[in-house]
């Protein structure tokens, strides 16, 4: 094992779960084989929207749901969260999911391509979680940023992809160089855009945090 990983497993290994509906919702996702937050990752969405005490919250990639289900448990009781998904398989499972945690009022799932969505909504929102179709990020940056509140984060998920955007563009398969060159230049983008400040943490699969300019 490397250190990285032992690393990681230490940091999992202090996690105890985020009751009976989440955990069960994490195990259904694993069996099905849906990318739902890793565990390092969860702990820190959960510690940021406790942070931030948004009072609008904007996810990009529901699934079926869990880490919109982890952020409720931290956000404030007045908070609301919108999430966008596309897959028609996973939509019913996250609003049953939504509704057996007695959520469906705070979390409203919007169906269909957050290309075309994000252009429509108005926000805006103190806390955005990009978590969808990652060769999309860098097309989506200009939107979040209009829905983005000044003061407000942005988290982004899953931008070391497997650690693969640190290879040269060379050594990564050819069907996947459109992808690490976009991830790339998204990350470049968040580290030199003057209106944000932004740390890059190596936690799960790589999460991005931006803080936009200015005060909520
Ligand atoms: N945030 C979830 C996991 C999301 S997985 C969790 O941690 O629990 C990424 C999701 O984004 C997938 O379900 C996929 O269908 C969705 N997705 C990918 N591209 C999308 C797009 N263009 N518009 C809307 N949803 C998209
Ligand atoms: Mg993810």
Same mark, same amino acid.
């Given at each position: ?98 509704? =057996?945690?007695?959520? &469906? @009022? *705070?979390?409203?799932? /919007? ?6 969505? %994000?252009?429509? !909504? ?46 040269? =563009?060379?050594?990564? &398969? @050819? *069907?996947?160089?459109? /992808? ?6 998204? %990350?470049?983008? !968040? ?26």
């Amino acid at each position: 094992m490397t250190e990285r990983e032992r690393t990681e497993d230490y940091i999992v290994s202090l996690e105890s779960g985020h009751g009976s509906l989440c955990d069960e919702i994490a195990r259904t996702a694993r069996e099905e084989g849906v990318p739902i937050i890793r565990p390092g990752t969860a702990a820190l969405l959960k510690t940021l929207v406790t942070a931030v005490q948004p009072s609008a919250i904007l996810e990009v990639g529901t699934a079926i749901g869990y880490s919109a289900l982890l952020m409720a448990q931290a956000m404030p009781e007045a908070c609301v969260i919108t999430t966008i998904e596309k897959y028609e398989k996973r939509i019913p499972q996250a609003r049953e999911n939504f509704k =057996r945690a007695g959520e &469906e @009022r *705070r979390i409203h799932l /919007i169906e269909g391509d957050a290309g075309d969505i %994000l252009q429509k !909504l108005e926000g805006p929102y103190e806390f955005i979680f990009m978590d969808a179709a990652k060769g999309q990020y860098l097309n989506w940056l200009p939107q979040v940023l209009r829905l983005l509140s000044p003061g407000g984060m942005l988290m982004s998920d899953n931008i070391l992809q497997e650690g693969t955007v640190l290879e040269s =563009r060379f050594s990564v &398969e @050819r *069907r996947d160089r459109t /992808i690490h060159s976009r991830m790339r230049e998204y %990350l470049y983008c !968040l580290k030199h855009h003057p209106d944000l400040t932004t740390a890059i943490v190596p936690i799960g699969d790589g999460v991005a945090i931006s803080v936009k300019k200015g005060c909520i």
